[in-house]
């Protein structure tokens, strides 16, 4: 008898382990990267200056970082990111990758396809009410892009919008400011 009730507890203590283990794992990092609710896309489209990344290999020592969006007529986005390599003299290289918005409703998750037929994961997790700036996260939690309608941003947003992609679950360890110098 005694030994069936050592059974039945040790199971239970088994199984507390192995749930512990479970919702230890579970951490925002694993959760779902949510989007806005919903994106105004024709608001959306035009010049976004890229502030800071975790960047990607071709955006390794980068300036004057610019995604620019376009609607269309198929619902499709033609993008144009550009940049200077190397410095602010450096060559500029361009690269057009499509977006395919993924979810309609909030047209916040975006596949982008820069080699057929494989669409990267592209979410729109925030965006200021003016539509100034935005952030863009994958739900890897791999890369993330700050960027905003004009080159310079302010601390106090640049500090909270650092604050925002920290809590979505990314390493701001990683993240680098984009040095951007346009003539006037």
Same mark, same amino acid.
């Given at each position: 008898?005694?030994?069936?009730?050592?059974?039945?507890?040790?199971?239970?203590?088994?199984?507390?382990?192995?749930?512990?283990?479970?919702?230890?794992?579970?951490?925002?990092?694993?959760?779902?990267?949510?989007?806005?609710?919903?994106?105004?896309?024709?608001?959306?489209?035009?010049?976004?200056?890229?502030?800071?990344?975790?960047?990607?290999?071709?955006? *390794?020592?980068? @300036?004057?970082? %610019?995604?620019?969006?376009?609607?269309? !007529?198929?619902?499709? /986005?033609?993008?144009?990111?550009?940049?200077?390599?190397?410095?602010?003299?450096?060559?500029?290289?361009?690269?057009?990758?499509?977006?395919?918005?993924?979810?309609?409703?909030?047209?916040?998750?975006?596949?982008?396809?820069?080699?057929?037929?494989? *669409?990267?994961? @592209?979410?729109? %997790?925030?965006?200021?009410?003016?539509? !100034?700036?935005?952030? /863009?996260?994958?739900?890897?939690?791999?890369?993330?892009?700050?960027?905003?309608?004009?080159?310079?941003?302010?601390?106090?947003?640049?500090?909270?919008?650092?604050?925002?992609?920290?809590?979505?679950?990314?390493?701001?360890?990683?993240?680098?400011?984009?040095?951007?110098?346009?003539?006037?």
């Amino acid at each position: 008898m005694e030994y069936i009730y050592y059974m039945k507890n040790l199971n239970k203590n088994i199984f507390a382990f192995i749930v512990l283990i479970c919702l230890s794992s579970c951490s925002a990092h694993n959760r779902e990267m949510e989007t806005i609710e919903y994106l105004d896309i024709e608001r959306f489209m035009g010049d976004w200056y890229v502030i800071a990344n975790i960047p990607t290999f071709l955006e *390794k020592n980068i @300036f004057n970082a %610019v995604e620019k969006y376009t609607l269309d !007529s198929d619902g499709t /986005i033609q993008t144009e990111f550009s940049f200077n390599k190397g410095g602010f003299d450096g060559e500029r290289k361009s690269y057009k990758p499509r977006g395919f918005i993924k979810d309609t409703n909030s047209n916040a998750l975006w596949g982008m396809q820069f080699i057929w037929p494989i *669409k990267a994961d @592209f979410r729109v %997790v925030y965006v200021a009410n003016d539509y !100034s700036y935005t952030i /863009i996260a994958r739900n890897k939690r791999d890369y993330v892009w700050l960027m905003s309608r004009n080159p310079e941003m302010d601390e106090e947003t640049y500090s909270q919008a650092i604050n925002f992609i920290e809590e979505i679950g990314y390493d701001i360890d990683k993240i680098v400011k984009v040095p951007h110098q346009w003539q006037k």
